[in-house]
């Protein structure tokens, strides 16, 4: 079925994409972006804004037989492979993806999307910010009439970016309609480990462990701090500020890149640039973009504007041993 017919959801615009990076290959497109790195890789992560192929950070990305006949495009949708199925019905408007396409075009060969989270809603608080609170993560809803459509105990998918205070920031949100099958009466919440302890650790969207985060139980020899995992647990919500983990899977965060890889990374900045010394860096949801003094290009605002918490950004690049070292940096 329709994942954008079946839906209430939320969109974020995606504006214009400006211009390639740098020495990497425009697609066929007038405006369209496409590199590849060392490997022959390039990865593009941002969300969903229109179909006709699918169209990422303002980029057409080809899949399935307008690669090339009889192409199939790998298709993931929440680990499960949906490869056989058209793009909308795998995929909708507002869902952050990762698509990773040939060296200089816009081929889709993987497309992948994970959400955040999927749970109850177990708190709803308007004011200057409408948020949720689901499996003890705080989800900023930005549209009034999403958020006036939602009640506790709605079990909801979310799909967005990661805040500077740790919060969902979303993009999308699926109301799970009901009967629920027995599978999805276990519910899950992605983040990075923190505050290891023989009994438990902190789990929360962002890597340092600041912002939103919540304890998870579980028996020792759990992830060790800084690694990204999906909590299964069939709590509703936190028990006494705690959440009992029935699985635990590692997986690859979405700002998590091979090296030597070109990147198309949009985000929020999570940790400004601190306009001192000669540090010119800053993070996009916790992963560090560095640029330099003369060879990166700013477009929609100057270095200065990387000095904005939570500024929309789009950072082109090559990921550099975890760092991504910027050619492009556009302020949205």
């Given at each position: 079925?329709?994942?954008?017919?079946?839906?209430?959801?939320?969109?974020?615009?995606?504006?214009?994409?400006?211009?390639?990076?740098?020495?990497?290959?425009?697609?066929?497109?007038?405006?369209?972006?496409?590199?590849?790195?060392?490997?022959?890789?390039?990865?593009?992560t941002?969300?969903?804004?229109?179909?006709?192929?699918?169209?990422?950070?303002?980029?057409?990305?080809?899949?399935?037989?307008?690669?090339?006949?009889?192409?199939?495009?790998?298709?993931?949708?929440?680990?499960?492979?949906?490869?056989?199925?058209?793009?909308r019905?795998?995929?909708?408007v507002?869902?952050i993806?990762?698509v990773?396409?040939?060296?200089?075009?816009?081929?889709?060969?993987?497309?992948?999307?994970?959400?955040?989270?999927?749970?109850?809603?177990?708190?709803?608080?308007s004011g200057?910010?409408?948020?949720?609170?689901?499996?003890?993560?705080?989800?900023?809803?930005?549209?009034?009439?999403?958020?006036?459509s939602?009640?506790?105990?709605?079990?909801?998918?979310?799909?967005?970016?990661?805040?500077?205070?740790?919060?969902?920031?979303?993009?999308y949100?699926?109301?799970?309609?009901?009967?629920?099958?027995?599978?999805?009466?276990?519910?899950?919440?992605?983040?990075?480990?923190?505050?290891?302890?023989?009994?438990?650790?902190?789990?929360?969207?962002?890597?340092?462990?600041?912002?939103t985060?919540?304890?998870?139980?579980?028996?020792?020899?759990?992830?060790?701090?800084?690694?990204?995992?999906?909590?299964?647990t069939?709590?509703?919500?936190?028990?006494?500020?705690?959440?009992?983990?029935?699985?635990?899977?590692?997986?690859?965060a979405?700002?998590?890149?091979?090296?030597?890889?070109?990147?198309?990374?949009?985000?929020?900045?999570?940790?400004p640039?601190?306009?001192?010394?000669?540090?010119?860096?800053?993070?996009?949801?916790?992963?560090r973009?560095?640029?330099?003094?003369?060879?990166?290009?700013?477009?929609?605002?100057?270095?200065?504007?990387?000095?904005?918490?939570?500024?929309?950004?789009?950072?082109?690049?090559?990921?550099?041993?975890?760092?991504?070292?910027?050619?492009?940096?556009?302020?949205?």
């Open positions: 079925m329709n994942p954008a017919g079946r839906i209430r959801w939320l969109r974020t615009g995606v504006p214009l994409l400006l211009s390639a990076l740098l020495s990497l290959s425009c697609g066929t497109g007038g405006t369209d972006f496409a590199g590849g790195g060392t490997g022959g890789t390039g990865i593009s941002g969300s969903v804004s229109g179909f006709g192929s699918v169209v990422v950070n303002d980029v057409h990305f080809h899949t399935d037989n307008e690669v090339a006949p009889g192409f199939l495009t790998k298709k993931i949708s929440n680990g499960a492979d949906n490869s056989r199925r058209m793009d019905d795998v995929f909708a507002g869902m993806v990762a990773r396409h040939g060296t200089g075009d816009n081929n889709a060969r993987v497309i992948e999307y994970r959400d955040n989270l999927r749970g109850p809603i177990a708190v709803l608080a200057g910010d409408n948020i949720v609170e689901i499996l003890g993560q705080t989800v900023v809803v930005g549209d009034a009439a999403i958020y006036a939602l009640k506790r105990d709605d079990i909801v998918e979310v799909s967005g970016f990661v805040d500077n205070a740790g919060r969902i920031r979303a993009t949100i699926y109301p799970v309609p009901p009967p629920l099958p027995p599978h999805a009466q276990e519910f899950e919440v992605k983040g990075f480990v923190s505050g290891s302890t023989l009994s438990g650790f902190r789990l929360g969207p962002l890597p340092d462990g600041s912002g985060t919540v304890m998870v139980s579980y028996p020792p020899g759990g992830p060790a701090n800084g690694t990204y995992v999906q909590i299964v069939t709590d509703r919500a936190p028990v006494g500020g705690i959440i009992a983990a029935a699985r635990i899977e590692s997986l690859a979405r700002t998590e890149f091979p090296d030597g890889a070109s990147v198309d990374l949009a985000g929020l900045v999570t940790t640039w601190t306009g001192s010394g000669n540090d010119l860096s800053f993070e996009v949801e916790g992963k973009v560095v640029w330099e003094e003369a060879g990166t290009v700013f477009v929609g605002g100057t270095r200065n504007d990387a000095r904005q918490s939570n500024r929309k950004v789009q950072v082109q690049g090559l990921e550099n041993g975890g760092i991504l070292s910027a050619a492009r940096i556009v302020f949205r």
